[in-house]
């Protein structure tokens, strides 16, 4: 009974930003699960080998593409070839984004599109193209990487938390769009989590910082957003829409040191 709740054959899932960090992690556990999966992100070096890893060991069939989630028009191609390769797309996980900090002052028209463009709305034209599908099977699940970041904030953070907000108020507005025809919509909010972005990102203080606000005193890994993923993305979680999952280590427990 347990393990059919989180049983994934037969599925097919679609993560974006799936080469690395928490996307290639999440679709991992899927293929483990035993669903096949399609990865996508800009690099074809890491896909491939990201391919290689995912699938390793298992019988499962897991493909990827090279796309640009910024260019309208690749997105589009996304949703067609994953349903002509892989034959339908049942789970959606958008993981595909990228923070570029700007105080508010300093703020640019072309940062401001792009993180806009990829972050947000490559979101909305994926789940565009791939709804129809799933609502003809009356089964589907949509999973937006949303962030504690959508929850709050630091200067210089407005975009990429606007962006992460939006997620949220799009999640649950879309959830009661789509609930009827059996698809569930929901946000996994990350935490600090020990992915290329922030590690390049922030100093050794902000870091140790990040850490140190944290119930459990740590970075956060990507394996640890997969449970969370894997129960809002199969029968575990049919019950679970609208949904945003906080998996931030008690981060945001914390109000004043």
């Known amino acids: 009974m347990i393990q059919d709740l989180f049983n994934l054959s037969g599925r097919v899932a679609l993560v974006t930003g799936g080469s690395k960090g928490i996307g290639k992690a999440i679709a991992r556990g899927f293929a483990e699960a035993g669903a096949d999966v399609a990865i996508a992100s800009r690099h074809e070096g890491e896909l491939k080998q ?59 028209e072309e940062v401001w599109d792009r993180i806009l463009e990829l972050n947000f709305t490559s979101c909305m034209l994926i789940s565009r193209a791939l709804i129809p599908g799933m609502m003809e099977r009356k089964w589907g699940r949509i999973l937006q990487l949303s962030s504690v970041m959508g929850l709050a904030s630091n200067p210089g953070r407005g975009l990429y938390s606007g962006t992460k907000a939006a997620l949220i108020g799009m999640t649950r507005a879309h959830a009661l769009e789509l609930g009827p025809y059996g698809i569930t919509v929901n946000c996994l909010a990350p935490g600090p989590v020990a992915t290329d972005l922030p590690m390049n990102l922030l100093s050794p203080e902000q870091k140790q910082r990040f850490a140190e606000r944290t119930a459990v005193k740590r970075w956060g890994q990507p394996v640890d957003m997969v449970g969370p993923a894997l129960m809002l993305c199969s029968e575990a979680g049919a019950f679970i829409t609208g949904y945003v999952l906080l998996a931030d280590g008690g981060l945001l427990c914390r109000t004043f040191d």
């Open 50 to 108: 990201a391919a290689a890893e995912i699938g390793s060991g298992l019988n499962v069939r897991v493909e990827y593409r090279v796309v640009d989630m910024t260019v309208r028009s690749e997105v589009q191609q996304l949703a067609d070839w994953a349903g002509q390769t892989l034959g339908k797309v049942d789970i959606l996980v958008n993981n595909a984004g990228s923070n570029q900090p700007q105080l508010l002052k300093d703020t640019t």
